[in-house]
């Protein structure tokens, strides 16, 4: 009867051990406009507990931008996200993102040599862009969190010559 117990109480410890080793938790990533403000002067808000972005407003305009070869860029407008990595994950090379369908690697900006905790994303506004999804794997599957930009209604694009298109909802 002792070994029974015994057995029975093994196998507890087991499965709330095997229970822990799942995914790890890992908070939202702190998200806030570029440094440089890539985009133009645009209303922007950042609600972390359903990982959406609100970028635009009545009235506001996303600024168009040349090709640019240095930075990657095919010319067209853009707006800039600066992304920080949530406390927890520790190792940030094996973090990946992916956007329109192609996955990055190796995004986090280094200054003097230093490895910083955050990276910057430019992605394309459109006429009929409403809404852009991107997918942040953090150290290597330990975490996959899910992030939606939202361009609020009333939110234009400037074309390259300063017209004014509206975006199509």
């Given at each position: 009867m002792k070994f029974k117990s015994l057995i029975c109480a093994l196998l507890i410890f087991?499965?709330?051990s095997f229970a822990g080793c799942g995914g790890?938790?890992?908070?939202?990533?702190?998200?806030?406009?570029?440094?440089?403000?890539?985009?133009?002067?645009l209303s922007f808000v950042y609600d972390e507990n359903s990982r959406t972005i609100f970028v635009g407003g009545e009235g506001e305009f996303?600024?168009?931008y040349e090709k640019d070869l240095s930075k990657g860029?095919?010319?067209g407008n853009r707006i800039g996200l600066k992304i920080e990595a949530p406390s927890e994950v520790e190792n940030l090379k094996k973090t990946t993102l992916e956007m329109n369908g192609v996955t990055f690697t190796d995004m986090f900006v280094k200054i003097d040599g230093q490895q910083q905790n955050f990276f910057n994303i430019y992605p394309v506004v459109t006429e009929t862009?409403?809404?852009?999804?991107?997918?942040?794997?953090?150290?290597?599957?330990i975490a996959t969190?899910?992030?939606t930009i939202?361009?609020?209604e009333g939110t234009a694009l400037?074309?390259?010559?300063g017209n004014v298109k509206e975006i199509k909802k």
């Open positions: 087991m499965a709330i790890k938790e890992v908070s939202s990533a702190k998200i806030s406009r570029d440094d440089e403000m890539t985009g133009g002067s996303i600024q168009y860029w095919e010319p862009t409403n809404e852009i999804v991107f997918k942040i794997t953090w150290e290597e599957e969190q899910t992030y939202k361009i609020v400037l074309d390259n010559e």
